[in-house]
């Protein structure tokens, strides 16, 4: 998947979400804005009621977009289940839409009411979401292959390139500007004395570099750069997200258990959609 179409799957699984919430908050607005005692009353409350169909139905489509959300991701990373054909990366991100766009769609099925064990599950599932957005700026911070294996310290470091040498022997820089350029790279420099971008690509305008190669040359100082920061970050990072999995697994456990409790009391007492 190229840069171009990733951007496209990103983007469409956000317009996505946009859209529905968009439309569950017009087509039930004047229902969501009734106060609860009132609501008996509104003409289409056997509709959006939680028990109703549309209500109902909101609520079973959601909990089946997150159970097969987690179930396809941890098929995948733990049992590399389809493993020739999902990268683990694309298939987080969309892990993150399905169990993003999961919850919006339980929210309007409870019709913003909430008490009891509801209350306690729908808490547990905020909790989820919030601590998985966490943990997907987390993720990002630390260097993967393109498939989503997590590189080590030694693998990030070999992604490096000799900085001074190809500045000089492809670029035919000469040693002052070499160094201002590695300057610009190192994460320990203090931000004042570092030169910006603007600086770097006046110097190469002065040295008469071809306007391709100073394209060239400022990517990968730029790539080079963010390599170094990853570096300082990962070890930080790693830790960081061995803590997030603490956190976030027992409010996904939790969750799990009170919607299992909640739909066989639902069954128990005869709500069964359209069946």
């Known amino acids: 998947m190229n840069k171009t179409v990733h951007t496209f799957y990103i983007a469409s699984m956000v317009i996505i979400t ?61 049992y590399n289940f389809l493993s020739k054909y999902l990268r683990l990366k694309y298939l987080l991100e969309f892990h993150i839409f399905l169990c993003f766009l999961g919850p919006i769609l339980i929210l309007f099925h409870t019709a913003f009411k909430f008490g009891g064990i509801v209350s306690v599950a729908f808490w547990s599932m905020v909790a989820v979401v919030l601590s998985g957005v966490i943990g997907r700026f987390i993720y990002i911070q630390i260097p993967r292959t393109i498939e989503g294996r997590e590189l080590s310290l030694n693998e990030v470091k070999a992604l490096k390139t000799d900085l001074s040498e190809v500045l000089n022997q492809k670029f035919h820089l000469d040693q002052p500007t070499i160094q201002l350029f590695i300057s610009f790279t190192k994460s320990e420099e203090d931000a004042t004395r570092r030169p910006s971008v603007r600086k770097l690509k006046k110097i190469l305008v002065e040295k008469k570099i071809p306007e391709q190669e100073r394209k060239s040359i400022i990517k990968m100082v730029k790539h080079e750069k963010s390599l170094t920061g990853k570096i300082g970050r990962l070890q930080t990072m790693q830790k960081w997200f061995k803590y997030w999995h603490v956190i976030h697994l027992p409010f996904a456990l939790i969750m799990l258990v009170i919607v299992i409790i909640h739909i066989a009391v639902t069954v128990a007492f005869g709500y069964k959609w359209i069946f």
Do not use: C, D
């Open 18 to 78: 946009i859209a529905v919430t968009v439309y569950l908050f017009y087509t039930g607005y004047t229902y969501y804005n009734t106060p609860f005692h009132e609501r008996f009353y509104h003409p289409r409350h056997e509709w959006f009621k939680p028990s109703g169909a549309f209500g109902q139905g909101l609520g079973i489509l959601g909990t089946i977009m997150i159970a097969f959300g987690v179930s396809i991701y941890i098929a995948r990373k733990r």
